[in-house]
């Protein structure tokens, strides 16, 4: 059985990683966004009066 040259070890390489990269961005932008209908309410601030 040949072996494989360094060449065709990095094409192999180059080959997976485009392969993984364009795996995550096709996963990344698959799903929509999701959106907050309601803003969240913010707490008030209340002010204490210090006895001292």
Do not use: A, D
């Not at 795996?23 to 001292?52: H, Q």
Request: net charge positive; charged share 10%; proline share 12%.
């Amino acid at each position: 059985m040949p072996q494989m040259s360094p060449l065709l070890w990095l094409n192999l390489f180059l080959m997976f990683i485009l392969g993984y990269l364009l795996f995550s961005i096709l996963n990344f932008f698959s799903k929509p966004p999701i959106k907050t209908g309601v803003l969240p309410i913010k707490p008030s601030l209340s002010e204490k009066t210090w006895k001292w």
